[in-house]
């Protein structure tokens, strides 16, 4: 059976991990947010919901004394919250109603309980979402709500070639993130049109891409582990944010335990369009237990993680230690936030500023289609190529005049006469001309294709 109301499962489950924390002495933790530092004698936990993204919760204990009972409250934020969102495909008085959506339990194919089948198409006006797997046809298509980037695909089949519309309401839509079908922010437009037959992609992209690389995937005991952090804004503002990590361990407990981080900066202020590149260098303690380990990383405001990103790595026995390593302890050797090694970003004491940049596509490899960002910080005429390895041009994706500010585009893997290009790696170029001689802009890029 479809699970219909989203927001009070989110209630439901928030409601049967308080109770089973009221009943144990550790404090109350959700998505290391710390609820309550009391270690006993918490009663009555309600909870109610404070928008998509957040419930209220409130108990009584007796941290100031056994015969003072006081009443707490405090907000907890949900980290992309399961959501679903109805769409109303109407034409010559016909009319459909598709749903798409996520849950924690959401796949890219068929998920038994969450999504809905639908019949083929068979009738001179249809629509239904588009999965690559069995049974493809689908009323209700919801994804995983971890991922960066989701797409939905939606089919229209149109024999009369009639003139319809898509309706929505961004009310619906969760408080984080960038929807768009096609090239139409779902935020500040409600409906479109179309004519004949149409296949239509819905993409949320996070409104801050984090994603981590790091130097090696083992590392000895008493030596270093780097990585690369790159948090990528991609809303039309600028966007404040702090940056937090810890490490979970081979015995899958958390180091440090919340609310404390092994490292957190900020705030940091992003330009629209623009990315933060910082490098960090921890020390690996020589005491560090052999295995495996995962880094976590996240961004958000206090209290409000907004997006998370991890990498695996492994800690092996070394040979040898030295003095300085036996003192590490997973200490911060070297911050690449503290030498600006923020490209396109600013202070959070600078004033906003827009940045002529071309972003790395997304996702990179990818399958079916990718999204490409740029932003200009004049007025510009603006050429958006796809080329092969052999320098071939492939695709022109933008070719016109656009004012300053921020612009994504999809290249759905096709060539200019709409033909599919084999698997591979792509180059995608931007140029970008003033027309005054000076503050001309080119940029290239690679993005792997995989069929």
Not at 47 to 58: E, K, L, M, N, Q
Not at 71 to 76: L, N, P, S, V, W
Not at 223 to 236: D, E, H, K, S
Not at 365 to 380: D, H, M, W
Request: charged residues 15%.
């Amino acid at each position: 059976m479809k699970k219909q109301n989203k927001g009070g499962l989110i209630l439901m489950r928030l409601v049967m991990i308080l109770a089973i924390l009221a009943l144990t002495s550790m404090p109350w933790q959700l998505n290391g947010v710390l609820i309550c530092t009391e270690v006993g004698g918490r009663e009555s936990p309600q909870i109610v919901s404070d928008g998509p993204d957040g419930a209220i919760v409130t108990w009584m204990d007796y941290r100031i004394g056994e015969d003072n009972q006081s009443i707490y409250a405090q907000r907890i934020p949900i980290l992309r919250s399961e959501f679903s969102v109805p769409v109303v495909v109407e034409c010559n008085g016909m009319s459909y109603i598709r749903t798409f959506g996520t849950d924690p339990y959401g796949t890219d194919g068929y998920d038994s309980g969450l999504d809905i089948t639908c019949p083929p198409p068979g009738f001179t006006f249809y629509t239904y979402f588009y999965i690559n797997t069995v049974p493809y046809y689908l009323d209700t298509d919801i994804r995983s709500c971890e991922d960066s980037q989701i797409t939905w695909t939606l089919k229209i089949v149109n024999a009369h070639q009639c003139t319809g519309t898509i309706t929505w309401d961004p009310n619906d839509l969760t408080a984080h993130g960038i929807f768009y079908i096609n090239d139409v922010d779902m935020r500040t437009e409600s409906s479109i049109t179309f004519e004949g037959d149409q296949t239509l992609y819905i993409t949320y992209i996070e409104e801050i891409i984090l994603t981590l690389e790091p130097d090696a995937t083992s590392v000895v005991q008493g030596g270093i582990l780097g990585y690369w952090v790159y948090a990528t804004n991609n809303t039309n503002e600028p966007k404040t944010f702090h940056y937090y990590t810890n490490v979970t361990l081979p015995n899958s407990s958390t180091y440090p335990s919340p609310p404390n981080w092994l490292f957190s900066y900020g705030p940091v202020t992003v330009s629209s369009g623009a990315a933060v590149n910082a490098h960090l260098v921890h020390g690996v303690p020589n005491t560090a237990p052999i295995g495996d380990y995962t880094y976590n990383a996240f961004i958000g405001l206090p209290g409000d993680i907004w997006n998370k990103a991890h990498f695996d790595f492994m800690v092996i026995t070394a040979k040898t230690f030295t003095s300085r390593n036996h003192e590490t302890n997973w200490k911060v050797i070297e911050n690449g936030f503290d030498r600006s090694a923020i490209n396109g970003a600013m202070s959070s004491n600078t004033s906003s500023t827009l940045f002529t940049s071309l972003g790395q596509s997304y996702p990179n490899p990818f399958k079916g289609s990718t999204i490409i960002s740029y932003s200009l910080a004049t007025v510009n005429h603006v050429k958006l190529e796809i080329y092969d390895v052999a320098g071939n041009l492939i695709e022109t994706l933008v070719d016109e005049k656009k004012a300053p500010g921020y612009y994504i585009v999809r290249w759905d893997g096709k060539d200019s006469a709409g033909m599919e290009v084999t698997s591979g790696v792509y180059f995608y170029k931007i140029q970008a001309h003033t027309g005054l001689g000076t503050g001309d802009y080119t940029e290239t890029r690679k993005m792997i294709l995989l069929r």
